[in-house]
C-alpha cells in the first residue's frame, strides 16, 4: 500500500511540474501547482518552498533560453532588470523569517486583480507590433526599481511573480505580451536562482523531490514556451487572464478565508 503511494505521489510530483512549466512559460503562476503538491508529498513548509525554487529553476531556464534565442529577450538592454532582480530576490530570501507578510498577503489578491483587469482591457496588450521601448535614464529606473521589488517578493514568497513580470512590464514598458513574457521568464529564472542558492546554503532543500519535478516542469516549459511564441499574444492573453485570476481568488480564499 505504502508503495503504491510512493508511486502515485511521484506520479502527481511529475505531472504537475508538466503542467506548471507550461503555464509558467506562457503566463506565470506555476508555483501556485507545485508548492501545495510539494506540501502534500510531506514536506515541511519552508523545505517545500526551498524544493520549488530548485524545480522552478529547470523551467524558468528553458523557457528563458528559448525566448533569448528566438530574440525576444535581450539581456543587455535589460540588466538594470536583471542586476536588481538578483539583489532583491537575496535579499528577500535572507529575512523572510524576519518579516510579517500578513498584510502583503491581503494586499496580494487585489494587486494580481487589478493586472488582470489591465490586461483584459488594454488593447495595447495584444498588439504584436509593438516593440521595445527607448532606453533613457528614466527606463533604468523603472527596471531598477522594478527588479528590486520583484525580486524581493520572489524571495519573500513567489506565487505570481511571473504573472506580476508580465503585466507590470506591459504597463511601465507598453509592450506585447510576447516580449513582457520573455522579461518575465529571465527575471524569474535570476529571482529563481539567487533564492534557490540561499536556501541551498540553509539547508532547505529536497534534492531529489526538486530535480524530478524539475525535470517535467523544463519540458513542460520547452513546450509552453515555443506555443508562446509561435501563436504570439493573442494566445498568452486569455491564458495569462485566466491564471491571475485564479491566483488572486487563491490567495484571497487563503489569505481572508
Known amino acids: 500500500m505504502e508503495s503504491m503511494l510512493d508511486i502515485t505521489m511521484w506520479v502527481t510530483i511529475c505531472s504537475v511540474g508538466f503542467v506548471a512549466g507550461f503555464i509558467d512559460a506562457i503566463a506565470g503562476g506555476g508555483g501556485m501547482l507545485t508548492v501545495p503538491t510539494l506540501l502534500a508529498s510531506g514536506l515541511p513548509p519552508h523545505v517545500a518552498l526551498g524544493t520549488n525554487k530548485l524545480a522552478s529553476t529547470f523551467g524558468s531556464s528553458t523557457a528563458s533560453v528559448t525566448f533569448y534565442k528566438k530574440k ?3 539581456p543587455i538592454f535589460w540588466r538594470y532588470a536583471l542586476i536588481y532582480t538578483a539583489i532583491g530576490a537575496i535579499i528577500g530570501t535572507i529575512i523572510v523569517s524576519y518579516i510579517s507578510t500578513e498584510l502583503l498577503e491581503k494586499g496580494l489578491p487585489i494587486l494580481i486583480m487589478l493586472t488582470a ?16 521601448p527607448k532606453f533613457t535614464k528614466r527606463l533604468t529606473i523603472k527596471q531598477s526599481v522594478q527588479g528590486s521589488i520583484l525580486g524581493f517578493y520572489d524571495g519573500v514568497a513567489g506565487p505570481g511573480t511571473g ?7 506591459s504597463v511601465l514598458y507598453k509592450m506585447n505580451l ?13 529571482s529563481n536562482i539567487c533564492s ?6 540553509l539547508g532547505h532543500v529536497n534534492l531529489l523531490l526538486g530535480i524530478a519535478m524539475g525535470v517535467f516542469m523544463m519540458v513542460g516549459a520547452w513546450v509552453g514556451a515555443h506555443s508562446a511564441i509561435k501563436f504570439g499574444s493573442k494566445f498568452i492573453r486569455p491564458i495569462f487572464i485566466l491564471v491571475v485570476i485564479g491566483i488572486s481568488l487563491n490567495l484571497a480564499y487563503q489569505a481572508w478565508l
Not at 483587469?117 to 521595445?132: H, I, Q, R
Open 72 to 74: 525576444l529577450f535581450n
Open 117 to 132: 483587469l489591465y490586461t483584459l482591457f488594454a488593447k495595447n496588450a495584444c498588439n504584436d507590433e509593438l516593440g521595445l
Open 163 to 169: 504573472a506580476f513580470w508580465m503585466a507590470s512590464s
Open 178 to 190: 510576447l516580449l513582457s513574457s520573455g522579461l518575465a521568464r529571465s527575471c524569474n529564472f535570476v
Open 196 to 201: 534557490l542558492f540561499t536556501f541551498i546554503y
